[in-house]
């Protein structure tokens, strides 16, 4: 079945620590994106990408990092400049970068030790 | 820029019974859409329903509508005949059509609680 893999479910940070948050899908959608969900706070953009090899920053993307080196990945790494990383990520799919509905993934819970 | 506001933090109905959440819209754009989407207790996020601003008619999707009001920048969603299934986080989204780099705009969210 076609769709979008988040893992971990679960992840731990140890401060200093850089961690990486995995996303893969195979509906061969071209726009990737990353988003942060805090309690009360909505899904705020941190990453999206409309195309391999290129990717734009969103509204809080200071303390992240990511990569589009394939079309079905689109991996985030929380860096250690990230003062406050606890927060459930989501990361979402769209065929293309127009007037299509995004597809999410089940998400991935991130704490800090 | 746009913003998408919902009003209500948080809700609860009885079971059966129909319910309306808000969302408010500031844009200075002409075509666009509008979506809601659930988040049920597993977090997963579902698309609930899609409105085009440039169709007048009200999207429809089973027991959920909207009332789109274009003039006003106002897209309710209502929900009839609730049931327990529906009880969930709802999110009220933009998304432009003018502006091919433009991202989908999330509120901040109605939390849902339908109650037996």
């Known amino acids: 079945d076609g769709g979008i893999t988040q893992s971990p479910k679960y992840l731990f940070r140890k401060e200093g620590q850089n961690v990486t948050l995995s996303c893969e899908q195979n509906?061969?959608?071209?726009?990737m994106y990353w988003y942060r969900q805090d309690p009360g706070q909505g899904l705020r953009l941190i990453y999206y990408?409309?195309?391999?090899?290129?990717?734009q920053k969103g509204d809080i993307a200071e303390g992240y990092s990511v990569s589009r080196e394939k079309k079905e990945s689109f991996p985030l790494t929380v860096t250690s400049a990230q003062k406050n990383p606890t927060a459930f990520y989501l990361c979402?799919?769209?065929?293309?970068?127009?007037?299509?509905?995004?597809?999410f993934g089940s998400g991935t819970q991130l704490s800090v030790l | 820029a746009q913003t998408v506001t919902q009003s209500q933090p948080e809700m609860s109905v009885q079971e059966a019974e129909t319910v309306t959440l808000s969302c408010t819209y500031d844009?200075?754009?002409?075509?666009?859409?509008l979506f809601w989407y659930k988040q049920p207790p597993s977090r997963q996020m579902i698309l609930v329903i899609r409105?085009?601003?440039?169709?007048?008619q009200n999207a429809t999707e089973n027991r959920f509508s909207v009332n789109f009001q274009k003039a006003a920048k106002s897209f309710s969603l209502k929900i009839s005949d609730s049931q327990l299934g529906d009880t969930a986080m709802y999110f009220c989204?933009?998304?432009?059509?003018?502006?091919?780099?433009?991202?989908?705009?999330f509120g901040k969210g109605t939390r849902l609680h339908i109650l037996p």
């Open positions: 979402a799919s769209q065929r293309g970068a127009w007037n299509e509905k995004l597809f």
């Open positions: 509906l061969n959608h071209d726009a």
């Open positions: 990408s409309q195309i391999v090899n290129d990717f």
């Open positions: 844009t200075s754009e002409s075509n666009y859409y």
């Open positions: 409105q085009e601003a440039y169709k007048q």
């Open positions: 989204a933009f998304m432009s059509l003018m502006n091919r780099d433009d991202k989908i705009i």
